[in-house]
């Protein structure tokens, strides 16, 4: 009686764990979109994961990159109307990190009509969830990203990009 006493404690502690974790994941995730969204770039780059910011040489040059990326964008009529995530994935412990996959809703003007899309980021935390760094997948699979960051696990399921578009 005691061993299932406590292997049903262990339960309910991992099942408060995990959902502790995905709402700090999708909170964070939100504050970053809000930097974005506020062109608070500085801000925004701290959620960066930081092979992201390697991969553009430093943080001063992802910046600059994702600011001309945008202004291109909104010169040529897209604009971000709402961005919101809706989930985190399982949490996935790999060597020092958690990770999970997180949905990201993604809705745009454009100069053909709306477009809504589901996107998904890569969460990652090297302190056991109290801080998360993300990555965009850019609708890639796990075994596409993977080849830029080797350390992420082959278990993170992400889905497909869903686009559809209304005029």
């Known amino acids: 009686m005691k ?12 099942l408060y764990f995990s959902q502790n974790h ?4 999708i909170r964070q995730a939100t504050e970053m979109r809000n930097y974005f969204m506020e062109k608070n770039y500085n801000a925004y780059s701290n959620y960066v994961y930081d092979g992201v910011i390697k991969m553009f040489g430093d943080k001063n040059k992802m910046i600059s990159t994702s600011v001309d990326a945008f202004n291109k964008m ?10 919101d995530f809706s989930e985190a994935g ?38 056991n969830g109290k801080f998360w760094k993300f990555i965009d997948t850019s609708g890639k699979d796990i075994e596409s ?3 830029y ?12 990009k869903k686009i559809t578009s209304s005029k």
């Open 149 to 160: 960051f080797p350390t992420l696990s082959p278990k993170l399921d992400i889905p497909k």
């Open 145 to 147: 990203v993977r080849k």
């Open 22 to 25: 995905k709402e700090t994941v």
């Open 74 to 83: 909104s010169k040529a009529g897209y604009t971000f109307k709402k961005v």
């Open 3 to 14: 061993k299932i006493f406590l292997l049903s404690l262990l339960f309910t502690a991992g």
């Open 90 to 127: 399982d949490i996935i412990e790999t060597k020092n990190e958690l990770q999970t996959v997180v949905h990201q809703k993604i809705e745009m003007e454009t100069p053909n009509g709306n477009v809504l899309g589901d996107y998904y980021l890569i969460a990652i935390s090297k302190d």
